[in-house]
């Protein structure tokens, strides 16, 4: 019993140590593809043998990764409290939860983009994403007045992709909170029409 505990505890340090290394290599590298599993063993002081049995590939790390940092952000929207938390009304909390998904790309751009360009397939099949979509169109479901959530949540959740982040930001420079203003802005016009008073743009 005192075997398996160590061992246990020995498998939780190196998942720590090497989600830890990976985050740091993305961070420092100007592209996600310059970070190989090789890369981050050896950061981390495992054997490769160690890192393919724990995430399986590259793609499994990165999705572990994603999910560790997002972590307070996830405890955030299913407990927390306002604007995000599920007691907010629905109309503040869609710019609460995009503000959120903006931010977080922001902190971890480059991971962001390896994740949603690393994919064997589309990356609107994806987990992660699926788990945006399915929170944010629930969200907008409970707006009056505000036809097809969930299409709105693709069309939504499109001005946070990670590719065009690293865009606005890296290439085209734009400052932080001028990013969420402009993103709270566009989520206020989309979400215009089922407000009081909001009237939808003429053709």
Known sequence: MPERQ???KDAVRNREAVLAAADALFAR????EDVTMADVAAAAGVGKGTLFRAFGDRAGLLRALYEARLEPVGRAIESGPPPLGPATPPEERVPALLDAVLCFKL???R???AL???GSGSPYGEEHYARWHGLLGGVLDRIPGLP???FTAHALLAATRADLVEHLAGEGGVPREEMRRRLAEFVGRVLAPA???GVAAEE
């Open 6 to 8: 160590s061992s246990r």
């Open 29 to 32: 590298r100007e592209s996600p």
């Open 107 to 109: 902190d971890h751009r």
């Open 111 to 113: 991971l962001a983009l």
């Open 116 to 118: 949603e360009e690393g």
């Open 148 to 150: 097809d959530g969930d």
């Open 195 to 197: 407000r009081p008073g």
